[in-house]
Nanobody
Framework: QLQPVESGGGVVQSGGSLRLSCVVS????????IGWFRQVPGKEREGIVC????????YYEDSVEGRFTVSRDASKTTVFLQMKDVQPDDTGVYSC?????????????????????WGQGTQVTVSP
């Protein structure tokens, strides 16, 4: 069973940077869709950056575009969410999710139906 596991959350000052990591049961993550989602109390979970490694498509939520990026390590077993110039509104629980393999979707986005398993999440708190 695929089970994403996130790490790297913590407290960071406004304007700072943080990198989150996601591994999925030791799976090599080439050609899979990987999404990063954020949830804050009282609000629905929202997809903020979703990368489809099957065809290279990527989606950024408006508030993070230009500040957050997704990358993989050389072994392709870990996906990173690099967060720069974080703001207090970025505070929340960040989860990664795994979707299908070799997915072709036009247009591509973070619709939750595209993903089949989420991790427990890691807390990110941005202090003013």
């Amino acid at each position: 069973q695929l089970q994403p596991v996130e790490s790297g959350g913590g407290v960071v000052q406004s304007g700072g940077s943080l990198r989150l990591s996601c591994v999925v049961s030791g799976l090599r993550l080439d050609r899979y869709a990987i999404g990063w989602f954020r949830q804050v109390p009282g609000k629905e979970r929202e997809g903020i950056v979703c990368k489809n490694y099957g065809d290279g498509s990527i989606y950024y939520e408006d508030s993070v575009e230009g500040r957050f990026t997704v990358s993989r390590d050389a072994s392709k077993t870990t996906v990173f969410l690099q967060m720069k110039d974080v703001q207090p509104d970025d505070t929340g629980v960040y989860s990664c999710a795994i979707g299908g393999r070799d997915t072709v979707a036009i247009p591509w986005d973070c619709a939750e139906w595209r993903f089949r398993a989420w991790g427990q999440g890691t807390q990110v708190t941005v202090s003013p």
